[in-house]
């Protein structure tokens, strides 16, 4: 059988985590979405979007269709991340070849545009 390496990553409050000026937060959420989206427009995201759960740790989550170590140094240069935000953890994950396919849909560029 034949597998497709995808990646799971997991966007987590860093643990000295503490809330930014408002004005500034949004800039970097905006920077942020807008790296989300150019990733996608290179091929390299499947999907990503806001977790929704009990666990305010968890902020997001996103499919990359890289290698796990491509997956990392991207979202390294993520502006959430450079901004202490949150920290990506990456996981290969190995599915089988086909199974997971991209849909119609893109990610958001802004704030304003994601409807928040």
Do not use: I, N
């Not at 990553?9 to 150019?38: F, G, M, N, T």
């Not at 305010?56 to 170590?69: I, L, N, P, S």
């Amino acid at each position: 059988m034949r597998f497709d390496e995808l990646v799971l990553v997991r966007l987590v409050r860093p643990d000295d985590w503490a809330p930014l000026p408002a004005d500034e937060e949004l800039q970097v959420q905006d920077a942020h979405l807008a790296a989300v989206a150019d990733l996608h427009a290179l091929g390299l995201l499947l999907a990503a979007g806001p977790a929704d759960g009990a666990d305010e740790r968890v902020r997001g989550f996103a499919v990359m269709r890289c290698g796990a170590e491509e997956a990392q140094e991207a979202w390294a240069r993520d502006p959430g991340v450079l901004a202490g935000r949150f920290v990506a953890e990456c996981t290969a994950w190995l599915v089988p070849a086909g199974m997971v396919a991209a849909g119609p849909g893109a990610p958001p560029r802004s704030v304003d545009e994601a409807g928040a």
